[in-house]
C-alpha cells in the first residue's frame, strides 16, 4: 500500500493491473463511541458542477442506475466505523471528469471529534492500493478527503482534505447543488418550547471555502481541461425544484420512482391457519445439510440474476463490475486427478469481460473448511477468476479470517477471497423491498420469496445461532465461580458475543431501513486482540457481557448487558437533560414521552453528586415529581433501562441465549428509543 500525502496524486495503473473498478473506504474512530459522519459521491463535468441532481449520491441516493457508483453503507470495525462505496471506473459516462468523495456530520458535531480520519483505496480483489489520513481536523463539519480524476485517458487519485465549516450545505452549494436542511438542535431534548413555533427550515446558499488549487501543492496537477480546484468558487446555478435535499430526517426529494412492497400483510383469503400460502422457493421438505446447501445456493444465486439491484448489491462489495449477470450451480472445475464442484458461480459481463467469482455456501451449523477454500482459491488463480466467496451462518470479524488460506505471492493474478453471513443477505433483500425500492413489482416480489425462504425454519440460513462450544462450560463456570481469570475460553465467548451484537444490528437495521451499528470504545492504537481479552477478563471477574450500538439518525447509544450470573438481560439508554430547563417540566415531559413504554421500565436521574432518584415508569406516571432529588441537585439526564431474562441454551431456539438477546434490544427499541428519539424530533423541529 502507498501512503499519501495532503494534496498529491498517483495513478492507479501505476498500483494495480486490476484497478477499472475500486472500493474507496471513509474511516474514523472516536472514543466516546457518538461520532458518525455520512458520506457522499458527486460526478462532476468538466465545468467543475454536478450535470444533475442525479450525479449526487448520498444515503437517500445510493446507487447509480448503471452500478457506476454505489454507496456500500457502514461496517463496523474493532476501532470505530467505515463507510465503503464501490466505483466502476469502467461504467462511468464519458462526460464525469471527477469524482469527489466527502463525508458530513450533523448537528453541533465536528470532524475534530473524530480520531484516525482515513481515506483508502482497494482493487478489485480487496488489496489497499493507498491511503491517505487526515490529521489536522478542527471545527470543519464537512470533508472533502479525495477525488478520482481523469487525466490522459487515464484514472488518478488527488488526496484533498479539504473541510468546510458550513457543513454539507456548503460543499454542495460549490458544486451546484441546492440543500434544503431540517435543522434539529438534539441539545434541546427535553426543553419546552411553544407549541406554535414553527419548523426550521433553510436553503443554504453561502459558499464555502475553495478547495487549494492543484497546483499550489508539490506533486498535484488539475484534470485535463478543467481549471484549478479554486476556480469552484462560482455562482450556484438557479434551484431545480428536482434536486435532492438533503437532511438529517432522511426526507430528500428524488425523481427516481422505486417499488416497495407494504408492511401489513394483505388478508389472508384461507379458511384457517392450516391452509399454508404457495411459496416459489418451498423449505418444508429439507431434510439433510446437503439438501439445504443446494437448495439455498440455487435460490441466492438465481434471484441475484434476475435482481439487478440485488446481485449489484451483493456483489459491489467484492470488485464486480456492474454488468450482465450469470449464475450457475455444481460446475466441475479441474483440479489434479479429481474435479471440483464449487456450490455456485457467478459472472459478469461488462464490455467484452467477464468477472468470474467461486461460491461455497453452509447452511445451519456447518463450519466453512480452509482445506476446500484453499482448493477454489488455487482454481480461480490458474483460471484467472476474480473472487471466492463463502456464504454461511457465521459472521465475520474484523482482523479475524475466517478461514486461514495461503496466498501465493508468486502469482501476478490475484483473488480476492470475501466472506457473507446469510443475514446479511436477509438483511439487504429487506433494505430494498421495504425501504429503498427495486425497479419493478416482479423484482419486489422476488425478494420477498427469498426472505420468507431464508426465515424458515428448514431452510438452515438463519444466521449466527451457536455461542459456540465454550459457552456452555464458561457460563457454568461463572455460575459456579470456578471460571479462572485468563481462561482461554471467554475469549471465544467474547469473539462470539460480538458475532450476534453485529447480527442483531443487522435485523434492526433491516426492520427499520437504517444502518445500525456496533460502537466501539477502545484505546488508540489498541489491538482487536488486546480488546477482547480485556472484555474476556471482565467476563471471568463480573460475568458480564456488555456492548453498545447506535442506529443511524438517533442520538441515543444503546447498552446492552447480559449478566450471567444473574440470567438477565440489561438495555439501556441516557437522555440528556437540557440546559436551563425546569427540573419539573423536564420530568413530566419525559414520562409523557414514554406514555407509550412499558410499565417495567426504570428510569434513573442521573444528578453530578451522586445516585439520584429512581423508580419504575409505573410508579412515576402519576408523580413525575419522584424524580427530583430531594437536596435540589440539579439532573443532568436520565437513565433508561429495561430488564428481561435471558435464555439458558447456546443456540437460538424459543428459550435460547440468541433469542433472548435478539427479542430484548428490539422490544426495547420499539418500546423505549422509538417514542423518545421521534418525541426529540418532535422537540427539536419546533425549536
Known amino acids: 500500500m502507498q501512503e499519501i500525502r495532503k494534496g498529491a496524486n498517483v495513478g492507479l495503473d501505476a498500483l494495480s493491473d486490476d484497478a477499472e473498478a475500486v472500493v474507496v473506504s471513509l474511516s474514523w474512530t472516536s472514543s466516546s463511541g457518538a461520532g458518525d459522519a455520512d458520506v457522499s459521491v458527486l460526478l462532476l463535468g468538466a465545468d467543475g ?3 444533475s441532481e442525479g450525479d449526487f449520491y448520498f444515503y437517500n441516493n445510493p446507487a447509480a442506475a448503471d452500478g457506476s457508483v454505489q454507496l456500500l453503507g457502514k461496517t463496523p470495525t474493532d476501532s470505530g466505523d467505515e463507510d465503503r462505496i464501490s466505483v466502476d471506473l469502467s461504467a462511468m459516462q464519458a462526460d464525469v471528469e471527477r469524482i469527489v468523495v466527502a463525508a458530513s456530520q450533523y448537528g453541533d458535531a465536528r470532524f475534530g471529534d473524530l480520531d484516525d480520519l482515513r481515506m483508502t483505496v482497494a482493487d478489485r480483489s480487496g488489496e489497499t492500493l493507498l491511503g491517505f489520513s487526515i490529521h489536522d481536523a478542527s471545527v470543519e463539519s464537512a470533508f472533502i478527503f479525495g477525488e478520482l480524476y481523469r487525466r490522459d485517458g487515464a484514472w488518478k487519485f488527488r488526496a484533498v482534505g479539504q473541510g468546510y465549516e458550513t457543513g454539507l450545505a456548503g460543499l454542495a452549494t460549490d458544486f451546484g447543488i441546492t440543500v434544503v436542511d431540517d435543522a434539529e438542535d438534539e441539545n434541546s431534548a427535553l426543553e ?13 446558499e453561502t459558499p464555502a471555502p475553495p478547495l487549494p488549487a492543484a497546483d ?5 496537477e488539475p484534470a485535463e481541461g478543467q481549471e484549478p480546484a479554486s476556480g469552484l468558487r462560482k455562482e450556484p446555478a438557479a434551484a431545480d425544484p428536482g434536486i435532492p435535499a438533503q437532511s438529517r430526517g432522511r426526507n430528500a426529494r428524488t425523481t427516481r420512482k422505486k417499488i416497495t412492497l407494504p408492511r401489513a400483510v394483505p388478508k389472508s383469503l384461507a379458511e384457517n391457519d392450516s391452509w399454508r400460502p404457495a411459496l416459489l422457493f418451498p423449505a418444508p421438505s429439507l431434510k439433510s445439510d446437503r439438501e439445504r446447501e443446494t437448495r439455498a445456493t440455487s435460490v441466492l444465486l438465481s434471484v441475484m440474476a434476475q435482481v439487478p439491484e440485488f446481485g449489484r448489491r451483493l456483489t459491489a462489495g467484492f470488485g464486480a463490475p456492474a454488468g450482465r449477470m450469470q449464475t450457475f450451480t455444481e460446475v466441475p472445475l479441474p ?5 471440483k464442484r464449487p456450490d455456485g458461480v457467478i459472472r459478469v459481463e461488462r464490455a467484452g469481460r467477464l468477472w468470474t467469482a467461486l461460491v461455497e455456501t453452509k447452511t445451519n451449523g456447518g463450519p466453512l473448511k480452509a482445506e476446500q477454500l484453499q482448493q477454489y482459491m488455487d482454481i480461480a488463480a490458474r483460471r484467472g477468476y476474480e473472487a471466492v466467496i463463502s456464504v454461511s451462518n457465521d459472521v465475520a470479524l474484523e482482523g479475524t479470517p475466517m478461514v486461514d488460506v495461503k496466498v501465493d505471492g508468486r502469482r501476478k493474478h490475484k483473488v480476492g477471497l470475501w466472506h457473507v453471513s446469510w443475514a446479511e443477505v436477509a438483511h439487504q433483500a429487506q433494505m430494498l423491498i421495504r425501504h429503498e425500492g427495486v425497479g419493478n413489482a416482479a423484482h419486489a416480489w422476488l425478494l420477498q420469496e427469498l426472505l420468507a425462504y431464508l426465515q424458515h425454519e428448514n431452510s438452515g440460513c438463519h444466521g449466527f445461532q451457536n455461542m459456540g462450544a465454550a459457552w456452555v ?3 457454568k463456570g461463572i455460575e459456579d465461580e470456578t471460571l479462572a481469570q485468563d481462561d482461554p475460553r471467554a475469549v471465544e465467548v467474547v469473539e462470539n458475543w460480538e458475532r450476534l451484537i453485529r447480527q442483531v444490528c443487522l435485523r434492526l437495521g433491516g426492520e427499520l431501513g437504517q444502518k445500525a451499528l456496533p460502537v466501539q470504545r477502545s484505546r488508540k492504537g489498541s489491538s482487536p486482540a488486546a480488546r477482547r481479552i480485556a472484555a474476556a ?5 463480573g460475568g458480564q457481557l456488555s456492548a453498545e450500538l447506535r442506529v443511524d439518525g438517533t442520538s441515543s447509544v444503546i447498552a446492552v448487558t447480559a449478566d450471567l450470573r444473574t440470567s438477565r438481560i440489561r438495555t439501556s439508554i441516557d437522555v440528556p437533560a437540557p440546559e436551563g430547563s425546569y ?3 423536564t420530568a413530566k415531559r419525559l414520562v409523557r414521552l414514554l406514555s407509550e413504554a412499558p410499565a417495567d421500565l426504570h428510569v434513573h436521574s442521573l444528578v453530578d453528586t451522586g445516585n439520584g432518584p429512581r423508580g419504575t415508569l409505573e410508579r412515576l406516571r402519576p408523580e413525575p415529581g419522584d424524580l427530583l432529588p430531594k437536596d435540589g441537585a440539579p439532573i443532568t439526564g436520565f437513565r433508561l433501562t429495561l430488564l428481561k431474562g435471558m435464555g439458558n441454551t447456546r443456540g437460538n431456539s424459543e428459550s435460547g441465549f440468541i433469542r433472548s438477546i435478539d427479542d430484548a434490544v428490539d422490544r426495547f ?3 423505549v428509543v422509538a417514542p423518545v428519539e421521534a418525541g426529540l424530533r418532535r422537540t427539536s423541529r419546533r425549536g
Not at 537 to 541: S, T
Open 537 to 541: 477478563d471482565r467476563l471471568c471477574a
Open 335 to 339: 483440479h489434479g486427478d479429481t474435479p
Open 669 to 671: 427499541y420499539q418500546g
Open 192 to 204: 419546552e418550547v411553544p407549541e406554535t413555533a414553527p419548523p426550521s427550515s433553510t436553503t443554504a
Open 583 to 585: 427540573p419539573l417540566t
Open 216 to 220: 499550489s501543492v508539490p506533486g498535484t
Open 473 to 475: 462450560p464458561v457460563r
Open 49 to 51: 458542477k454536478v450535470r
